[in-house]
């Protein structure tokens, strides 16, 4: 579909940028995110409210300290400031450079003066098409506006197969991915949105924020330098039974899009959401979420993912890390953090805060990660336990 972006003038110091009209956003809606866009669309549905940050992230929203500088007018300056700390926690999340996505927002919204910025909280002209620039959709807050663009460039396929998620600290090479998968049409979209980035860059040396490429190089843990990033509190705590209860869905009413927050911020500080096939990469993999939970934890970060023999002989041939204990048909001899393993499934026995034994585990395709069952007994398991 098309996009439609309005002609305005972004001013920097030595440049006035003019924008181009009518980008090529996507064409099919392959994701559960964009199935709903089109259910809305078909029924005259034009406001959405995604799944939001936790309360702890909505800091976020960050403050112009009144000094335009770094190439940027004092109209961009206020705007980078205003959204840096969700744009970083985000681009951390979905492994998006955050300062491309940026400098499309200061284009696509005029620096958040656009009438549909104001007025809707849509950024980047979401669901609106040449024919209709009116259905552009929108967002109950500024951080699910943010948080639409996101999901909307990560759950699309089409830009999963043009390498979009190749380039977690390249900003220059991200914009160029998402032109070359359709995202624009504009001949000079390359270069004017490439003008803004560099302004942006300078804008966060001079705030002491970290790059796209520091927060990649370090798997996107933390972003130092005034950003809020908001990783689940499991991160490093040394205990296997707790991060897998803080990353997984207590039932099975979610899709296999639809990972919980912390899983999706654990994947990226992990490495995981650039990892593998897409699957992997959102969550959607038993044995991407027990090797997050092992690496998230601080227990292990070198254990391989993915593909459940490669784990299994892992397990296996690193004694001094993991024993073997025996399976018995029953949880009276196992621990929150115990490992289930066979060939096809991995899966890891957890104790809930009301004592009970829960199986947390995660499914290729089909589902994102649980703990919504109880034990049961399959002699088929090998079961391995970290040493203490």
């Not at 995604?50 to 976020?60: H, L, Q, V, W």
């Not at 400031?81 to 955050?98: C, F, N, R």
């Not at 620096?111 to 929108?138: C, L, M, Q, W």
Request: net charge negative; proline share 3%.
């Amino acid at each position: 579909m098309k996009k439609l972006l309005a002609k305005i003038s972004i001013l920097l110091v030595t440049t006035a940028i003019t924008l181009f009209p009518a980008t090529n956003v996507m064409a099919a809606r392959d994701s559960a995110f964009e199935k709903l866009l089109d259910y809305l669309d078909k029924n005259g549905i034009f406001y959405h409210n995604p799944r939001g940050f936790a309360d702890s992230c909505m800091s976020a929203i960050g403050s112009y300290d009144g000094v335009a500088s770094a190439g940027l007018s004092d109209l961009n300056a206020a705007f980078v400031d205003q959204y840096h700390d969700i744009a970083a926690q985000l681009g951390s999340e979905h492994g998006i450079p955050w300062e491309a996505v940026m400098a499309q927002g200061i284009i696509e919204s005029a620096s958040g003066t656009s009438r549909f910025a104001k007025e809707r909280y849509n950024f980047f002209g979401i669901g609106a098409v040449d024919s209709n620039p009116n259905n552009a959709h929108s967002f109950s807050s500024a951080a699910d506006g943010w948080k639409g663009y996101f999901e909307f460039i990560s759950n699309n396929s089409r830009y999963r197969n043009h390498g979009t998620f190749n380039y977690p600290g390249d900003p220059y090479g991200y914009i160029q991915a998402i032109k070359a998968a359709g995202y624009a049409t504009a001949e000079n979209y390359v270069e004017a949105v490439s003008r803004v980035i560099k302004a942006v860059q300078n804008r966060a040396a001079e705030k002491g924020w970290q790059s796209s490429a520091e927060i990649a190089k370090t798997s996107g843990s933390s972003v130092t330098g005034g950003a809020n990033i908001c990783v689940a509190s499991a991160e490093g705590n040394g205990n296997l039974n707790a991060t897998a209860l803080s990353l997984s869905w207590d039932d099975r009413s979610h899709s296999l899009n639809d990972p919980n927050p912390a899983y999706r911020q654990a994947l990226a500080a992990s490495g995981l959401n650039t990892y593998g096939d897409e699957f992997v990469q959102i969550g959607a993999s038993c044995d991407a979420f027990v090797a997050t939970v092992l690496r998230f934890s601080g227990i292990d970060r070198d254990v391989p993912c993915c593909g459940t023999s490669v784990m299994m002989n892992y397990f296996a041939s690193h004694p001094e890390k993991y024993i073997e204990i025996p399976n018995i048909g029953n949880p009276s001899n196992l621990q929150g953090g115990d490992i289930r393993i066979k060939n096809g499934h991995v899966e890891m026995y957890v104790v809930d805060e009301n004592g009970n034994g829960r199986i947390a585990s995660a499914s290729l395709r089909n589902r994102t990660a649980d703990h919504a069952i109880g034990y049961y007994a399959d002699s088929s398991y090998k079961i391995y336990r970290v040493r203490s």
